[in-house]
């Protein structure tokens, strides 16, 4: 089970390696195909941990951000690789969101029980 210190480490590390870009984002199991239509190409700009959930927010500062809400449950993660140094594995069935960046090669897969999409006032 994925616990707040965990979420809170996965909101660093992604705050290091992803805020800033922009990203392909689409839904390998077809459970977030809005979600990921709403980001695609979107800035990543900012993460937040709250308990076991994070809040992971997209578009332009000067318009309303897209926020994506995600609680892991028993068994979420959202693994990043780097396809320049490493083979990125397939998505799985669980795989709800894969994000790719094209320029630096980072890519995605977030597994979670729950992925949602909200808006700042949500």
């Not at 800033?20 to 809005?34: C, E, I, L, Y």
């Not at 980001?39 to 926020?67: H, S, T, Y």
């Amino acid at each position: 089970m994925v616990e707040g210190h965990s979420v809170h480490r996965v909101a660093t590390r992604h705050r290091a390696m992803l805020v800033g870009k922009s990203f392909k984002a689409t839904s390998p199991n077809g459970r977030f195909t809005d979600g990921a239509a709403a980001i695609d190409g979107q800035p990543f700009q900012r993460i937040e941990a709250v308990g076991k959930n994070l809040f992971a927010f997209f578009g332009a500062l000067a318009g309303p951000l897209v926020v994506v809400h995600v609680h892991f449950g028993m068994a979420g993660v959202w693994a990043v690789f780097n396809s320049n140094n490493e083979e990125v594995p397939p998505t799985t069935k669980t795989t709800r969101l894969r994000l790719e960046h094209a320029d630096s090669g980072i890519v995605t897969h977030l597994s979670a029980m729950t992925v949602a999409l909200g808006d700042e006032d949500m």
